[in-house]
């Protein structure tokens, strides 16, 4: 069974997405996000010009040997848009495996290791009682973890606050931050919402980067009282031995990775015991074959999965991640937003949420595809991440 045919798709039905769809000669397909918000354009030229020659006539079923001939045959090692073009091969890959076999993808990555995916969503908002209207909201629907995202008083706009709204602008807007009115806000935020909602829910927040790693220590050893399942990303994580100082005075879990390319980019994270989960995700960090390896690296230093899912990536990453969450014996938190109805028209699945988790497809291979009619409808539009400042202008991390 060779590769007959390989093509990128990008659309925009409200965020722009990109995948990679595999045909073989005896007619299987398979699916592939290739995503990478902000620079979507760089990752679909490396697949059209770089990948796709090589792919037509390969054996589709050869899914480790394509990953090692792409990633040593390239020359130039990981990066994000290497990674993210490997990854919509890698995936393509098993969801033609799965169907061939006849099998959902993750019986073919041994089986169900729980009976459902344990899910978190994002309760976003710029006031307290915002806040805590939304996380009500949240936990009718059936959530069981819940991410908490609150406006700054004196910030106009803080991450995450606004993070739902779609695509963003070509040239990418600027935000103003301020660490000490965030350190000084944030325990206040949590206060209030464990004495509303007690101690059940599980609850985490995301950093974005913004903290340095004694800004961080604080920051985590003042959420203490209110248990965090994790504080992600508090840092940038370019220097991995920087979390150690974080370790050295919080007992707050960490979480981070969803920059993550390769194993190499938390190694030391991992083996030092420096974080707790780690955040890397199919469509960035290499597709299901090395993602698979960085969680079995985990497993062996007590760090959980927490894969990134937000729909900055498509629901074929979505798809695919809850096949590898739903196997291995580490798992610890899948993150979740609902996609537009736009995005589901564009991408039919057949995975599902109910009672705080999702459930992968059970159909053959990985329960995902892509319209491509639909995705003719809704053509690429630029759009670039924001940019953040400090308050006397300096740029910071967004
Ligand atoms: C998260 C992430 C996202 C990123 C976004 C970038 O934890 O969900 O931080 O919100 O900002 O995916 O493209
Ligand atoms: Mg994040």
Redesign the pocket.
Known sequence: MKIADARVIVTCPGRNFVTLKIVTDDGVTGVGDATL??RELAVASYLTEHVVPLLIGREADRIEDTWQYLYRGAYWRRGPVTMSAIAAVDTALWDIKGKVAGLPVYQLLGGRSRDGVTVYG?ANAPTVDGLLAELARHLDLGYRAI?VQCGVPGLTDTY?VG?DKPAGTAVPAETVWSSERYLHHVPSVFAQVRSEFGPEVKLLH?V?HRLTPIEAARLGKSLEPYALTWL??PVPAELQEGYRLIRQHTTTPIAVG?VFNTVWDCQQLITEQLIDYV?ATVVHAGGITHLRRIFDLAHLYHVRSGS???T??SPVSLAAALHLDVSIPNFGLQ?YLPYTEATDAVFPHSYRFADGCLHPSEEPGLGVDIDEESAARHPYRPAS?PVNRLEDGTLHNW
Do not use: K
Request: net charge negative; proline share 0%.
């Open positions: 918000a902000g994002h991410r995450g993070q995301d974005h992600e990303d969803e955040r990134h899912g937000t900055t990536m993150e991440l």
